[in-house]
Nanobody, 122 residues
Framework: QVQLVESGGGLVQAGGSLRLSCAASARTFSSYGWFRQAPGKEREFVAAISWNGGSTFYADSVKGRFAISRDNAKNTVYLQMNSLKPEDTAVYYC?????????????????WGQGTQVTVSS
């Protein structure tokens, strides 16, 4: 079983940037995804990356502002978040995707981290 640990969250002003990291306990060539959950809302898809980094996927709400990447040598996935908005405030989770499943669906992911809080002030 793979354990995922997110880090890099914090408090930032609108327009600022943060970089989240997700470290896996073991090497895996699975695809990864980032999701977020704001208070009182469903957990939603943010971004995903294929096993070799060759394909990336983004929610429309973050396209052009966020960038997902991975370093397989470090068993780590990153989410660079720029031009942050107050509506980006949420707990951000990384997750490992099951093979041959849809990148955008929460049900496609089998291992989840504990989450890291991102708060964007206006």
């Amino acid at each position: 079983q793979v354990q995922l640990v997110e880090s890099g969250g914090g408090l930032v002003q609108a327009g600022g940037s943060l970089r989240l990291s997700c470290a896996a306990s073991a090497r895996t060539f699975s695809s990864y995804g980032w999701f977020r959950q704001a208070p009182g809302k469903e957990r939603e898809f943010v971004a995903a990356i294929s096993w070799n980094g060759g394909s990336t996927f983004y929610a429309d709400s973050v396209k052009g502002r966020f960038a997902i990447s991975r370093d397989n040598a470090k068993n780590t996935v990153y989410l660079q978040m720029n031009s942050l908005k107050p509506e980006d405030t949420a707990v951000y989770y990384c997750a490992l995707k099951r093979p041959s499943s849809n990148y955008y669906y929460r049900q496609s992911y089998e291992y989840w981290g504990q989450g890291t809080q991102v708060t964007v002030s206006s």
